[in-house]
């Protein structure tokens, strides 16, 4: 997966947040960087979508990069983690504060997720 999207964009408002992800070097997984929010919304998803399609036992995400997710792009990471069958999980590593903390509230025991801060 080579999906790459400016970041930021510049739309009629002026600057548009993005979304830029790359195939992550030497592991099943991608590296992320910019927001996850309503006008990033489809990207997220769709590398979601992708990841639980992969059929890895695990499958990493990279977001050190990532500056922020909604709870809607959280609300996504639940949902797709939840379609892996036993055993495989998303290793999540070094994610926002918010979503770590978004994940903690409202999925706090979540099996397909695993975070790892360093």
């Known amino acids: ?21 790359y195939p992550l070097p030497g592991q099943r997984g991608v ?10 919304r489809a990207i997220w ?8 399609r992969e059929g890895e036992d695990v499958y990493y ?3 050190s990069d990532v500056t922020f997710v909604d709870v809607a792009g959280a609300g996504a990471l639940a949902a797709a983690a939840g379609q892996l069958r036993d055993g495989r999980r998303f ?3 070094r994610p ?6 978004t994940l903690d509230l409202l999925w706090p025991d979540h099996a397909g997720i695993e975070v790892s801060t360093s």
């Open 31 to 40: 590296r992320a960087a910019g927001e996850v929010g309503l006008t990033t």
């Open 61 to 63: 995400l990279e977001l």
């Open 1 to 21: 997966m080579n999906t790459q999207f400016p970041v930021p964009a510049t739309g009629p408002s002026g600057p548009v947040p993005g979304l830029a992800v």
């Open 45 to 52: 998803e769709g590398v979601l979508e992708q990841a639980v």
């Open 91 to 93: 290793v999540v590593r």
């Open 96 to 101: 926002p504060a918010a979503l770590r903390r």
